[in-house]
């Protein structure tokens, strides 16, 4: 979590370096979520981080708020919340 918030991940894991190259081979020169507007309920710390991260690295644009603009929740549990309810 620490590394997360000072921005120092290392990538000394190779079954990390290998996603981050799939998710780089998958999305590539495009931004195939460019006219996703997300959000998400549901997850804390250093998972909302990375989901967050996922979702703007796609293409997407994220955003704290969920408004009638947002066309993506991104969800823990499905049926709860605020966010869940107003979707």
């Known amino acids: 979590d620490s590394c997360l918030r000072q921005?120092?991940?290392?990538?000394?894991?190779?079954?990390?370096?290998?996603?981050?190259?799939?998710l780089h081979a998958a999305v590539?020169?495009?931004?195939?979520?460019?006219?996703?507007?997300?959000?998400i309920t549901g997850y804390t710390g250093v998972e909302r981080e990375w989901y967050a991260r996922l979702t703007v690295a796609m293409g997407a644009t994220f955003t704290e708020n969920l408004s009638k603009r947002?066309?993506?929740?991104?969800?823990?549990?499905?049926?709860?919340?605020?966010?869940?309810?107003?979707?």
């Not at 921005?7 to 799939?22: G, R, V």
């Open 28 to 39: 590539g020169p495009t931004a195939p979520w460019k006219s996703i507007i997300a959000s």
């Open 70 to 87: 947002n066309n993506l929740l991104i969800a823990n549990e499905i049926g709860t919340g605020a966010k869940y309810e107003f979707a």
């Open 7 to 22: 921005a120092s991940i290392i990538q000394a894991n190779p079954i990390t370096a290998k996603w981050h190259a799939t």
